[in-house]
């Protein structure tokens, strides 16, 4: 049975956290209040836990890994103000019935290894971080001793857009197809020039086809950056994307490689309908469990 690797529901106490705040982020009823978006109108079905439970059990799934959604820009709350935020969330989300599970989330305003810990030791499957904490080198060094903590105990990060910065006059679309691209694009190639080779057992997945950052293989070569081996430990899950999307990064990102027995698979292979033989053929033969499904 397949598994969603990136799922949001907000569990009650969640949503009455973001109600008593008075600044982003805060709902005021389901309008939500960011720093970098215009006011956006929430709908409660999306987070009524017995309709998810009903879709999530229709839709065939064994697991559906809910994520918080780092845009809210929680993480760098002062810890003061991110710590009732995120136990909310972990508390509730760890308390969803089957098949849901969660992704921990850290305060990146005081990075606490021990904290993430207790959350792994709680039950979350891996971390989540957002891409605004992994730009440049700087950003992999300040996370790192969280990560160490995965490499640990063997999860995996979840690399989730960030908080958009503020930009005028811009239509409701541009945060999700301008700022989160751009983030997802620099934290591919940070992680490639300053993630792997400090965290050389990471495995590690990106939201939205990292903002399709490994298409740009060829550029890279051109310019030094080498032919774009394959990891075989980073995965990529879909979100919004579709057949022309997926078809294109399958076949960047291992359509030549064939990938057998693998021994530490990040989740089972889920096949969408693309339409396309060679994505449906590297999914299923040299891409098995490397290109993940997401509602989101």
């Known amino acids: 049975m397949p598994t969603d690797v990136h799922q949001h529901l907000w569990p ?80 509730g989300a760890l308390a969803l019935p089957a098949p849901f599970g969660v992704w921990a989330s850290p305060c990146l305003s005081a990075p606490d290894p021990e904290a993430v810990e207790r959350e792994l030791h709680r039950g ?10 992994l730009l440049d080198a700087d950003g992999w060094a300040h996370c790192a001793p969280l990560l160490d903590v995965l490499t640990h105990h063997d999860k995996p990060l979840f690399v989730h857009p960030g908080a958009a910065p503020p930009t005028p006059d811009a239509p409701p679309w541009w945060p999700a197809l301008v700022p989160y691209l751009q983030q997802l694009h620099a934290s591919w190639f940070a992680f490639r020039a300053f993630g792997r080779a400090r965290h050389p057992r990471l495995r590690i997945c990106f939201a939205a086809l990292a903002g399709l950052a490994p298409l740009h293989g060829e550029r890279l070569a051109v310019r030094g950056g080498g032919r774009g081996e394959i990891d075989f430990d980073v995965f990529y899950e879909t979100s919004s994307y579709g057949t022309r999307a997926v078809d294109a990064l399958v ?46």
């Open 124 to 133: 979350c499957v891996g971390l989540q971080l957002p891409t605004t904490a």
């Open 251 to 296: 076949r960047a990102v291992g359509i030549d490689v064939v990938v057998s027995g693998s021994d530490r698979p990040y989740a089972p292979l889920v096949v969408p309908d693309l339409g396309a033989d060679a994505a449906v053929h590297a999914l299923r033969t040299a891409n098995p469990a490397r290109l993940l499904h997401g509602r989101t």
């Open 12 to 91: 009650p106490a969640f949503v009455e956290q973001l109600r008593s705040r008075t600044t982003p982020p805060f709902l005021d009823g389901w309008t939500l209040h960011l720093t970098g978006e215009p006011p956006y109108d929430v709908d409660p079905a999306d987070h009524d836990i017995a309709a998810r439970t009903r879709l999530a059990a229709s839709d065939g799934l064994e697991l559906a890994l809910i994520s918080l959604s780092s845009p809210l820009g929680i993480e760098y709350l002062p810890p003061a103000e991110a710590a009732p935020l995120l136990a909310a969330f972990h508390d």
